[in-house]
Structure formats: C-alpha cells, structure tokens
C-alpha cells in the first residue's frame, strides 16, 4: 500500500483576513485602527 501525502489544511477567509490586519496593525490601538479598516472598505467617493 503507497503511503499517502497529507495535505495542509486550507485555513479560511476569515482567519487569513484576521492574520493579515493584525500584521497590519503593528502597535496601534484597536480603537484607532478600526477608523483605518473602516476607511478601507469604504472608500469616499469624490
């Protein structure tokens, strides 16, 4: 019987999207960074 290779699990979205905005972060306060995530994914228009 050939032995079969184990592959990685797949981590999701949210845990890779978590990951990266804790990168992102670095030493700012959640109560101000939160003003820059919520510029990001609202952009103005105009």
């Not at 079969?4 to 999207?17: D, F, G, R, S």
Request: charged fraction near 35%; proline fraction near 7%; glycine fraction near 6%.
């Amino acid at each position: 019987m050939a032995k079969q290779k184990k592959e990685p699990k797949a981590k999701a979205i949210e845990v890779t999207l978590w990951e990266a905005a804790n990168k992102l972060r670095g030493s700012v306060e959640p109560a101000e960074y939160k003003h820059v995530v919520l510029g990001l994914s609202r952009p103005e228009i105009g």
